[in-house]
T-cell receptor
């Protein structure tokens, strides 16, 4: 089955700086890559996703890039704010089976 | 309206007991899941159901049994609870070509 690795496990940045979280996957059949944000005590929520036919997608301060050849995808958060502090999960999915495989999470702390 | 709702939100019980967690989704999604999130925050897939058929079972102990009376419901029954079962359990659902929507979670504490 699919194996998703996520780095780093913890990340601290100063407010206003950028944060980058990286994931790799193993199954070349994976074609859908969502990112989730989980605030303390809450459910994971989808913040952005990318499909395999696209190399980059942006939504305001967050962006995701995908390198299908290298099986890498990354989350970029610019101009970080304290409310960005949370645990972020990447995931890989083979659409037809609706099987989602999650990374191990990155705990992001934005220091005011 | 809550898209994926699960009850109870908190569950404290003694070792050896049997308990159930209920889940309902009103999104019309075809696939429902149960995930376990341990103290290290790892999200581990336990089960998924697509049109009432089990399609994933990631070596979960058979003390855990999912029950899906219809496409909108996927309940989780746990027999003979153990200390190691303490975790947050998330129900979720998805549609083909879409992301997963999670419920608010059930924090299970076994004492």
């Amino acid at each position: 089955g699919e194996n998703v690795e996520q780095h780093p496990s913890t990340l601290s940045v100063q407010e206003g700086d950028s944060a980058v979280i990286k994931c790799t996957y193993s199954d070349s059949a994976s074609n859908y890559f969502p990112w989730y944000k989980q605030e303390l005590g809450k459910r994971p929520q989808l913040i952005i996703d990318i499909r395999s036919n696209v190399g980059e997608k942006k939504d305001q301060r967050i962006a995701v890039t995908l390198n299908k050849t290298a099986k890498h995808f990354s989350l970029h958060i610019t101009e970080t704010q304290p409310e960005d502090s949370a645990v972020y999960f990447c995931a890989a999915s083979i659409n037809t089976g609706n099987q989602f495989y999650f990374g191990t999470g990155t705990s992001l702390t934005v220091i005011p | 309206d809550t898209a994926v709702s699960q009850t109870p939100k908190y569950l404290v019980t003694q070792m050896g007991n049997d308990k159930s967690i209920k889940c309902e989704q009103n999104l019309g999604h075809d696939t429902m899941y149960w995930y376990k999130q341990d103290s290290k925050k790892f999200l581990k897939i336990m089960f998924s159901y697509n049109n009432k058929e089990l399609i994933i079972n990631e070596t979960v102990p058979n003390r855990f049994s999912p029950k899906s009376p219809d496409k909108a419901h996927l309940n989780l029954h746990i027999n003979s609870l153990e200390l190691g079962d303490s975790a947050v359990y998330f129900c979720a659902s998805s549609q083909v070509s879409g992301g997963i929507t999670f419920g608010s979670g059930t924090r299970l504490t076994v004492v």
